[in-house]
């Protein structure tokens, strides 16, 4: 009989393991890792890096994120992120869009659907990735997605 290939997430799980236990991470930090995967925000920061290394690899035009209501409400409350942070990052994008009132009267999915509303999708990825902590800047994985 023929041996099956392994499907391509059985294949990326072995490598992504296989990394790991080639790292010097320590077994806290594992975890840490581990719960971080959980919460999605690790998850969220692999998809970007993969992303970035398809586009890098592939010379396709990049994939700009359109980052629906519920998707950026989403990244936002699993942040932790306040509505006066929020209003923030958001006055930074969009300068004066948020003030101090709007910040005490809105509701952090209200104003999520304010930016929306004025928001072109370049405003939209800026804003996503000012509230991921700038993950796709990262020098270390431009190196490795650029190699």
Do not use: C, W
């Amino acid at each position: 009989m023929i041996a099956r290939k392994p499907d391509l997430s059985q294949r990326s799980v072995r490598i992504i393991i296989g990394a790991l236990l080639s790292s010097d991470l320590s077994v806290d930090e594992l975890r840490k890792l581990a719960k971080e995967l959980a919460s999605g925000n690790l998850t969220h920061t692999l998809y970007l890096a993969l992303e970035d290394l398809a586009f890098n690899l592939g010379g396709l035009t990049p994939h700009v994120i359109s980052a629906v209501d519920s998707d950026l409400y989403d990244i936002a409350t699993r942040r932790r992120v306040s509505k006066s942070a929020f209003a923030n990052i958001a006055n930074d994008v969009i300068p004066s869009l948020f003030n101090d009132r709007a910040v005490k009267q809105l509701t952090l999915k209200r104003m999520v659907n304010e930016f929306l509303a004025v928001a072109s999708e370049h405003q939209e990825a800026e804003l996503v990735e000012n509230l991921t902590g700038g993950e796709r800047g990262d020098r270390f994985l431009k190196g490795i997605m650029r190699r």
